[in-house]
């Protein structure tokens, strides 16, 4: 069964670094395109990044460009979600999504906080 799991989140300061990572199984992961998606207390789920299946695009929506950065290790069946100079409003629930056959599949999320 497809499986995702987000990792790398935690609490960090205004101006910070953070990597997440989501590891997948149970599809083929090098022929499939990824989102990491975000949501905080209280608001609509946010789309944040976008990597194509080739991993050659990518897209970012317009309150994480020029911050944020998606990869995708095949080898690892890993997508990445590199995040620079964090700032409080980014504070929320990070997931990770593949669409598969029509079918949107998501992992559990990780928090990430960020806050002095």
């Known amino acids: 069964q497809v499986q995702l799991v987000e990792s790398g989140g935690g609490l960090v300061q205004p101006g910070g670094s953070l990597t997440l990572s989501c590891t997948t199984s149970?599809?083929?992961?090098?022929?499939?395109?990824m989102r990491w998606y975000r949501q905080a207390a209280g608001k609509e789920r946010e789309y944040i990044a976008y990597?194509?299946?080739?991993?050659?695009?990518?897209n970012y929506g317009d309150s994480v460009k020029g911050r944020f950065a998606i990869s995708a290790d095949n080898a690892k069946n890993t997508v990445y979600l590199q995040m620079n100079n964090l700032k409080p409003e980014d504070t929320s629930i990070y997931y990770c999504?593949?669409?598969?056959?029509?079918?949107?599949?998501w992992g559990q999320g990780t928090q990430v906080t960020v806050s002095s």
């Open positions: 149970g599809f083929t992961f090098s022929e499939c395109a």
């Open positions: 990597i194509s299946s080739t991993r050659l695009v990518t």
């Open positions: 999504n593949v669409m598969i056959r029509g079918r949107d599949y």
